[in-house]
């Protein structure tokens, strides 16, 4: 083939690609949105209310796009089914992966959708006392709220750190044929506000 012919291929290739991956986006329904801060202030009781967006904001928490990061053990999972990470890998000493199998030898610094393989330049897996997988909203949210279990953060700090981060952020924007998490990642931000300015109160149960 010369260069002509090979870049022509390419093209063609490439706008097959595409058109796969609008197809199959297209095949799913989007998910589901997230309420408004504003929609709780009917709750006249400050902790019920304070709860209750907490209870909100938990749709993105146990979301499998967060938890796959946040698992129980020591290997990530992956897809909306959340099956144990294919090849196996483990967290290993800081959360990138073993010396032999880091996580970033596949995933880049962004997603790469004809792989399938997501991406981001900080990719690694949350801490162990950071788990999520398998716990209830009310049990994420004391142990959110808890120094020892989220590095240290205080309550404010999460606004941002779920609001704004980048890492974070890739759950709404997750690549090839993967459900991105509930509503936007500004309206979970204003959720966590909410939450915190109303006395950061847990559900119960
Ligand atoms: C040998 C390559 C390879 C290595 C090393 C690797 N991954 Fe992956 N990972 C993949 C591929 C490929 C996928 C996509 C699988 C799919 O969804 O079809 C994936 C998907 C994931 C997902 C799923 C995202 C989602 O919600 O569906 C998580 C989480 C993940 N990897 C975390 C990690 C972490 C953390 C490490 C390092 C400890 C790591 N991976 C190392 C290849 C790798
Ligand atoms: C690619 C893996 C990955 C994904 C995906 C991911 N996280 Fe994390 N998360 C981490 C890592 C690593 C840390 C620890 C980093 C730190 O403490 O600065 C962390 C820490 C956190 C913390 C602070 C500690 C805690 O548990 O209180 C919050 C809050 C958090 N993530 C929220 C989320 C939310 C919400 C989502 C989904 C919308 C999400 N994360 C998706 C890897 C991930």
């Given at each position: 083939m010369n260069a002509e012919k090979r870049a022509k291929a390419l093209v063609i290739v490439a706008t097959l690609g595409i058109s796969i991956v609008t197809a199959y986006a297209a095949s799913h329904e989007p998910s589901k949105g997230l309420a408004t801060?504003?929609?709780?202030?009917?709750?006249?009781?400050t902790d019920a209310r304070s709860a209750a967006i907490f209870t909100e904001l938990g749709k993105v928490l146990t979301h499998p796009r967060c938890v796959n990061c946040h698992p129980a053990g020591d290997r990530p999972r992956q897809g909306d089914a959340r099956r144990l990470h294919e090849p196996p890998v483990v967290r290993g000493a800081d959360g990138h992966g073993t010396e032999a199998m880091r996580c970033n030898s596949c995933h880049k610094?962004?997603?790469f959708d004809p792989g399938r393989i997501p991406g981001h330049s900080e990719w690694h897996l949350a801490p162990r006392e950071m788990a999520w997988e398998g716990k209830t909203v009310a049990e994420i949210c004391t142990q959110i709220k808890d120094p020892a279990r989220n590095g240290?953060?205080?309550?404010?700090?999460l606004i941002d750190h779920i609001g704004k981060d980048t890492l974070v952020g890739w759950a709404w924007a997750p690549g090839y044929g993967r459900a991105p998490a509930p509503g936007t990642q500004a309206q979970a931000g204003a959720l966590v506000e909410a939450w915190a300015k109303s006395g950061a109160a847990c559900p119960n149960g």
């Open positions: 801060p504003q929609s709780f202030d009917g709750i006249a009781d610094d962004t997603n240290g953060r205080n309550v404010e700090d």
